[in-house]
């Protein structure tokens, strides 16, 4: 929001520096970024100088006073040597003088002879400083005497460029016809600018009114409010429109004004400059006025062609229609974009159809242009998620958006419409209609709430009287009541910020606070007990997961919880089987591919990995977060945390030692997920091979490269190497991807609570190989639980060293070797004892495997 200081000056008076102006409102949470002057004198830095202040960016340019002045052009005359040229004679208040300029908007009174009004411009004297206007950027420049096709300059007719007004070099600045003339420049209408930066919470403030009633508040100034009365000499206008809201809640409150026999021309100078500083673009006076308003008391306008609108209404009265889009509308906005229309869209109408989108832009069929007469003056209130939504649809960003995206109270539509009736009929000549047209079928309940010295204390630490917390809410316009020590406290009709009950008192608190002034408050000791110290188990667990996988070598990353079906269905082998109804579904959307809350971690961490992987030769990554799904008969969906993996590239990074260059496999996956589970101190999972009909869980991965991960009859999820279909949805390298996707919540759920300990043993171990023949088909888990079964306590160690296939073992068979490790605690174990403990072990695994030793 940019602020200039003479504009504020219309509301507040202002004896502060302009500098300690910009530091008070940033304390008072209005962020001043820049300060940026225009022809008042520049301070030597940014703040005051004070110890902590903090510096605020200054730019600009300064005035001489004595060498930038008001002047009259008296003539124009022909350059001899040059058509493009002109010769201005000029009186600055001091002599006369003969200026060259090249300023197109001079052609036209080239060769009139003494002009009958003189133009009133702004003049540099030789030797002033101002920005070149034909070099880029703002370069300073001094002017000195020179011939220009035999012609002596030395001296120049300003344009808003050269001043710093704005970019604008097309032509020089013509005044107003009040300026006076051999005045300086910077005492008539010298600036500096304030560039605020607003958080959305002070909407109330996106405007001059709105950043003046800070100023006044904070220094105890009155405040000045412009004047929202018109001069009406025209008919009635009941029945000159008519109004129709088909749904309240997302259109509040729709007023109309009429002026007529108007004359669309170029805006007051003062005018102009005043939008420059503020950031918009001059049009016309019509534009003008609305875009004025909507800055000075942030109330956006729009202004139709009448007469366009009651030729659509076949010469009758128009009836304004507001509601939603229907199926297939479509609707050309002043941009000249054609614009296909949301259902859930809120549209200005007519009986034809729609006219303008909502708050956001009019539409071009019925805009004022040089040949318009007579204008519909509209000012309204809007939905502000609905507008904000609309714009985030259409990817369509207006100033009026960005006002009621945020919030505008419907209180200020009649006075946005009455200041701009007023502003057209001074600035156009037109004749306004008496009265206006509003419908205010759903007005607001402006929240009350109470205060009093005892909260102001126990939140802000600072001790205030009922008095004078009433006295500091009346600078923001609260209406008080002061009983006892009880403030009760009526929120302004501008303001749709203040909530009820607490959120009402701490909003209330934190007007207080800025007000009296942050910096003010004092720092305090913490009075209260502090509470007993819970801890916090599943919290704390996930975070030892983090740590465990980022010791293991991953790397967490952490993605958007929104998401499209499509981007999901990728996860697919076929992506048309995927189920694009069962989402929750986002009502307003960031972008149109992130619509829906995602059902898949995964999905989620394979966008990463796509966007990474050809930017490094070893990806291990791994994310923690939520997945949600849609609950029947419930608005909200229910939250699944989940836990994914995923692994590709090299099995080392490389290094200036030799390094494995092989490629991950699924051995290294399950190999972290081996050494998780030890840390986190749970036995006993099991990698089971998928059964023939697995469901979607597992068709992501390849059918033979993969398991699904079991704790008992608890299903912990899946892991594996990528199916070659879903693979050929993403764009990655030619290594495998190895993901895992499990669920976090029984992966908790696992952990013990205690985790059982031994002391080392100070009796050496017996070591020993143990080679089996078995059935192909049955697994090594199998092998390791009838071992570790029959081992007993004194089996400390197992450990399977050799898989062997050939004709030695036989058709159908397989050789396991393993590597067992004996050992007590108690004493030295002796060769019978091993020997009794191998005999029992080759026993059971006879008994319940078949298997035998091999020889």
């Not at 197109?104 to 702004?122: I, M």
């Not at 809640?249 to 021309?265: D, K, M, Q, Y």
């Not at 986002?586 to 050809?614: F, H, T």
């Amino acid at each position: 929001m940019k602020v200039p200081i003479s504009w504020l000056k219309d509301f507040v008076e202002i004896e502060l520096p302009v500098d300690e102006l910009a530091h008070r409102l940033t304390m008072a949470g209005l962020e001043v970024d820049e300060i940026r002057f225009v022809g008042l004198p520049l301070p030597g830095s940014g703040g005051d100088g004070k110890p902590g202040q903090p510096v605020t960016k200054i730019s600009g340019i300064e005035w001489d006073p004595e060498k930038i002045v008001t002047a009259a052009v008296l003539e124009v005359k022909p350059h001899p040597n040059a058509d493009r040229l002109v010769l201005c004679e000029l009186d600055d208040g001091a002599q006369t003088h003969i200026v060259l300029t090249g300023a197109p908007n001079l052609y036209p009174y080239k060769g009139l002879g003494k002009l009958e009004k003189p133009l009133k411009v702004a003049y540099a004297r030789e030797g002033a400083r101002i920005y070149d206007g034909h070099q880029p950027g703002q370069a300073l420049t001094t002017l000195k005497r020179a011939k220009i096709r035999g012609v002596e300059s030395y001296s120049m007719i300003c344009s808003e460029k050269e001043l710093g007004i704005s970019e604008s070099h097309e032509g020089v600045i013509i005044l107003d016809d009040e300026a006076p003339v051999g005045v300086a420049l910077v005492d008539y209408m010298g600036d500096a600018v304030l560039d605020i930066s607003l958080t959305p919470n002070l909407a109330r403030d996106a405007n001059i009114l709105g950043v003046a009633r800070e100023v006044a508040a904070i220094t105890g100034k009155p405040l000045r409010h412009p004047d929202y009365d018109f001069r009406a000499e025209g008919a009635a206008l009941d029945d000159m429109v008519s109004i129709v809201i088909e749904e309240p809640e997302l259109n509040p409150r729709f007023a109309v004004g009429l002026i007529r026999e108007i004359e669309i021309s170029a805006s007051p100078y003062w005018v102009q400059r005043r939008l420059h500083l503020a950031g918009m673009r001059p049009i016309n006076n019509i534009v003008d006025a609305t875009n004025y308003v909507m800055l000075e008391i942030g109330q956006p306008l729009h202004a139709f062609d009448y007469d366009l609108l009651v030729k659509r209404a076949g010469g009758k009265a128009p009836t304004i229609i507001t509601r939603r889009a229907r199926q297939g509308e479509e609707l050309t906005t002043l941009d000249g974009v054609k614009r296909r229309l949301d259902d859930f869209t809120v549209l200005v109408c007519d009986t034809l159809g729609p006219v303008a989108m909502a708050g956001v832009m009019g539409g071009l069929e019925t805009e004022v242009t040089e040949n318009t007469r007579s204008v519909l003056l509209e000012g309204a209130s809007w939905n502000f998620i609905n507008t904000r939504r609309t714009v985030n649809a259409q990817k369509l960003p207006s100033e009026a958006a960005y006002r009621f995206s945020r919030g505008v109270h419907p209180a200020m539509a009649t006075r946005g419409v009455g200041r701009g009736l007023e502003m057209m009929r001074r600035w156009s000549g037109g004749v306004v209609y008496r009265g206006l047209v509003d419908n205010y079928p759903l007005p607001p309940v402006d929240s009350v709430v109470e205060i009093g010295p005892p909260e102001v204390r126990r939140w802000l630490g600072i001790d205030l009287s009922a008095v004078e917390i009433a006295e500091i809410l009346e600078r923001l316009e609260f209406k008080t009541v002061v009983q006892g020590e009880r403030v009760l406290a009526a929120t302004p009709d501008h303001r749709l910020d203040i909530g009820t009950g607490v959120i009402g008192v701490a909003d209330l608190m934190e007007e207080i606070a800025r007000i009296y002034g942050y910096e003010r408050i004092p720092e305090t000791r913490m009075a209260d007990e502090l509470p007993h110290q819970l801890g916090n188990p599943e919290f704390e667990r996930e975070e030892r997961v983090r740590d465990l996988l980022v010791n293991l070598g991953l790397q967490e990353v952490v993605t958007y919880r929104m998401t499209s079906p499509e981007r999901e269905s990728r996860l697919l082998p076929d992506p048309s089987q995927a189920e694009t109804d069962a989402y929750v579904r986002i009502a307003n959307p960031i972008a149109n591919d992130r619509n829906v809350l995602r059902r898949s971690l995964l999905s989620s961490l394979l966008e990463v990995v796509e966007r990474n992987a050809r930017l490094g030769e070893r990806l291990a990554l791994f994310e923690i977060g939520p997945v949600f799904h849609a609950l029947p008969g419930s608005d909200l969906p229910e939250e699944e945390a989940r836990l994914a993996l995923a692994l590709c590239g090299r099995r080392q990074p490389p290094a200036w030692q030799a390094s494995e260059a092989a490629a991950m496999d699924f051995y290294d996956l399950k190999g972290i997920l081996e050494g998780l589970f030890s840390a986190l101190g749970i036995e006993g999972v099991r990698f089971e091979p998928p059964g023939a009909a697995e469901g979607v869980s597992s068709s992501s991965f390849h059918p033979g490269k993969c398991a699904r991960l079991r704790l008992g009859e608890r299903e912990l999820g899946w892991m594996g190497e990528l199916h070659p279909l879903v693979r050929a949805h993403y764009e990655l390298p030619d290594a495998p991807l190895l993901a895992a996707d499990l669920s976090l919540a029984a992966l908790l759920e696992c952990i013990p609570a205690h985790i059982q300990v031994e002391p080392l043993a100070a009796y050496p171990p017996v070591l020993e190989d143990l080679a089996l023949v078995l059935d192909e088909a049955i697994p090594a888990e199998r092998v390791e639980q009838v071992i570790r079964a029959a081992g007993g306590r004194m089996l400390k160690g197992l450990r399977l060293f050799d898989v062997y296939r050939g004709g030695q073992t036989g058709e159908g068979k397989k050789s396991l070797a393993y590597s067992l490790t004996y050992q007590s605690s108690e004493k030295t174990l002796t060769d019978e004892e091993v020997l009794k403990i191998r005999q029992r072990i080759i026993r059971e695994l006879e008994k319940e495997l078949g298997a035998k030793l091999r020889a």
